[in-house]
Structure formats: C-alpha cells, structure tokens
Nanobody, 121 residues
Framework: QVQLVESGGGLVQAGGSLRLSCVGS????????MGWYRQVPGKQRELVAG???????NYADSVKGRFTISRDNAKNTVYLQMNSLKPEDTAVYYC???????????????WGQGTQVTVSS
C-alpha cells in the first residue's frame, strides 16, 4: 500500500506564505513525478506545480514567480513553498505522485487526501 499525506495548510492573510509538505510512505520502490494540484468548488482539479526525478519543473501560469516546488527524494517528500498568497489561491491542495511499488512493479498515480489553504483579503 502506498500513501501520500499532505500537511501545512491553513488560514493566512493575502501576501503571506505557507509551506505544504507531502510525504509518501508504504511499499515505494521509486517515484518519478510528484506534484501539487488544487481544487475549488465548481472546478476541476488543476495542476499547480509538478517536478520529476530529473528536476524538470512545471508551474501553472497563475503561480509562477510566487510558488516553488521542491522534493527530497530520500524522504519521498515533495514541498510547495507558497509566497505572496492571494485570495484566488484558496483551494484544497492535493499531492500526487507517480509511484512504482514493490508489489506491482508498475508506476501508478496516487493522490493524497488534500489540505485546505484559505487566503483572506
């Protein structure tokens, strides 16, 4: 079993910062891509930032220059540093990862349960 657990969400005023963490655990053999998505009511989940093992990074246009994704491969952890937060960033943030497990030997996409980020005006 593979699990992804997010932490670090909360309530912050506009212009403030938060750092989200997502830790993978379980029968993980390797992880290729890790990333962050977010979802607000009435909308589909959207990519916020993604990073692959080789270091290639993608950001949503709306967060470029404000958010930074990073990972600690030894700890199966991905981070999202969120600076200059705006009310529009309010959403549930979900971690995901492409994980190769010991049991299956195949890469599958796993999702965390999400962490709420609320940015007040």
């Amino acid at each position: 079993q593979v699990q992804l657990v997010e932490s670090g969400g909360g309530l912050v005023q506009a212009g403030g910062s938060l750092r989200l963490s997502c830790v993978g655990s379980g029968s993980i053999f390797s992880i290729n891509g890790m990333g962050w998505y977010r979802q607000v009511p009435g909308k589909q989940r959207e990519l916020v930032a993604g990073i692959i093992s080789g270091g290639s990074i993608n950001y949503a246009d709306s967060v470029k220059g404000r958010f930074t994704i990073s990972r600690d491969n030894a700890k199966n952890t991905v981070y999202l540093q969120m600076n200059s937060l705006k009310p529009e960033d309010t959403a549930v943030y979900y971690c995901n990862a492409a994980v190769q497990s010991y049991s299956s030997g195949r890469f599958l996409i796993y999702w965390g349960q999400g962490t709420q980020v609320t940015v007040s005006s």
